[in-house]
């Protein structure tokens, strides 16, 4: 029998050096979650390693909104039981231990640990009752109050970007969509807080912040700050005045929720990145009723507008599923139409697959897999005709990329974002650019990124 944990002591802390490995899947989220569980494992004692076979503590943090997510954990599971350390401790963190719990441990019996989305703040303590020995310990409570841990600058992976939570869980309910199931209700941390954290970070030279939530832009509905209610925007316009911090991102924004004034806000301070990622979904209003996404095409494509007409060249990005259930090709045509329409700077399109716990996963699952499939790969080549044509208005343009380390292609170029979250990687004759923010002429298109050369008589900007 697994034991549920029901009360969490102090982590016992020891003087031997045991080393953990954690290999993360999924969205920011899952990445923040990584850092602070690293922040814990240091607590008790352990410290990273990337060798899986070195490790004695081995955590697989999961993503639900791949395809069949809890048999591909338990496929990896398989891999890493046959390289590592015959004593290793095996644990599942993230939405897929969330969402499966004990029956995790009932396919694979090895598991020693299931960590909730809830239980990543005492993580410490968990490990160190799996480390008694026993009964695998399974921890998917769903508190009320979220866990908002705030991250210690030093305690975080990257040194330059950094990711901060505004928003935990989701009360939309897409019919498609195991977030609410996963994360919980949706809470909002208090703005005092998030200020707080954004400063130490920019105190501690961190240049870019991703403010992050299912959905962002609900943030604070029911927050008080200074004697007014606090919405996203506003939230926006305090950090980009008071936090120092010379770039801020966040994602992800619903349409439903998303309002002119965040449009305003990007327009009124620089230090707010022209980025929104604005997710349609469908261009059907019929499959975005079945979605319950609780807007139209038309209502979409006015937020759209908003974002068009504002003074800064704003990128929009967005994710599309094909193949919902009951799509037809008639509703097909019509998201094909909106894509066109809008020309999204980058789109993630994904096959629609059932998720459990949610609705769509009760009804039939009516469009036959070589259908999604085909749609899948015209909507990807008509994306790919309205990014080569969009992309080309960077042709000559110099842009600010905060350089984050060596390029991966090659060990002569250098690599960072643009505010537009653009991915740009430049030649420069300069040994150490790490961190800054540099401009770059872009002197050609690739597919999904920018290539330039730095423009090097400027002054670099270190702040
Ligand atoms: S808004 Fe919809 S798709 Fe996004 S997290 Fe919430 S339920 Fe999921």
């Known amino acids: 029998m697994d034991r549920l944990v029901t009360a969490v002591g102090a982590p016992t802390c020891r003087p031997e050096t045991k080393k953990y490995f954690i290999e993360t899947f999924g969205c920011q989220m899952n990445v923040l979650d990584s850092e602070r569980a690293d922040a814990q494992l240091r607590k008790c004692g352990y410290q990273w390693t990337d060798v899986l076979e070195e490790a004695d503590l081995i955590l697989l943090n999961t993503c639900a909104v791949r395809e069949r997510p809890a048999e591909k954990a338990l496929v990896r599971i398989s891999e890493i039981r046959r390289r590592k350390k015959p004593e290793a401790i095996i644990g599942i963190m993230g939405c897929v231990a969330q969402a499966e719990g004990r029956r995790l441990i009932d396919r694979a019996p090895d598991v020693k640990l299931i960590v909730g989305t809830q239980a990543v703040g005492h993580l410490a303590a968990l490990v160190t009752q799996v480390e008694r020995g026993g009964d695998a310990i399974v921890d998917v409570r769903m508190p009320n109050r979220p866990a908002f841990d705030r991250l210690a600058p030093e305690e975080r992976r990257q040194r330059h970007v950094a990711y901060v939570t505004i928003v935990e869980g989701c009360d939309k309910f897409c019919t498609f969509c ?15 807080d998030i200020l707080t954290e954004l400063r130490a970070l920019a105190g501690a030279g961190y240049k870019e912040v991703h403010l992050l939530g299912q959905n962002v832009n609900s943030y604070g509905l029911s927050r ?31 349409p439903r929720d998303f309002d002119e004034r965040i449009v305003r806000a990007i327009e009124r301070w620089p230090q707010l990145c022209p980025w929104i990622h604005l997710p349609p979904q469908s261009g059907s209003d019929r499959i975005l009723a079945l979605m319950n996404r609780g807007y139209t095409a038309e209502e979409y494509l006015r937020k759209v507008e908003y974002i068009r007409r504002a003074s800064r060249d704003i990128s929009l990005t967005g994710d599309i599923i094909v193949g919902f259930p009951g799509e037809t090709d008639e509703d097909f045509r019509q998201t094909v139409r909106l894509v066109e329409q ?13 998720r459990p716990h949610t609705v769509a996963a009760r009804w039939a699952d009516t469009v036959p897999e070589p259908v999604k499939t085909e749609r899948l790969m015209q909507l990807v080549e008509v994306q790919r005709g309205v990014q080569r044509r969009r992309w080309q208005r960077y ?41 800054l923010i540099v401009k770059v002429e872009v002197t050609k298109i690739n597919p999904h990124s920018l290539f330039g050369r730095h423009v090097e008589s400027r002054a670099e900007s270190t702040v």
């Open 342 to 354: 809008v020309e999204f700077d980058g789109l993630y399109i994904f096959k629609y697959s059932p």
């Open 224 to 254: 008080r700050i200074e004697g007014r209610r606090m919405g996203f925007a506003d939230l926006l316009e305090m950090l980009a005045a008071r936090s120092g911090v010379p770039r801020i991102k966040f994602t992800t924004s619903h």
């Open 395 to 435: 042709l000559g343009r110099e842009v600010e990329v905060l350089v984050e380390g060596r390029s991966t292609k090659s060990e002569r170029h250098w690599a960072g974002h643009t505010p537009c979250h653009k991915v740009v990687n430049f030649e420069s004759s300069m040994t150490n650019l790490e961190g």
């Open 178 to 192: 195991i977030v609410p199931f996963t994360r919980g209700r949706e809470r909002s941390r208090s703005p005092e």
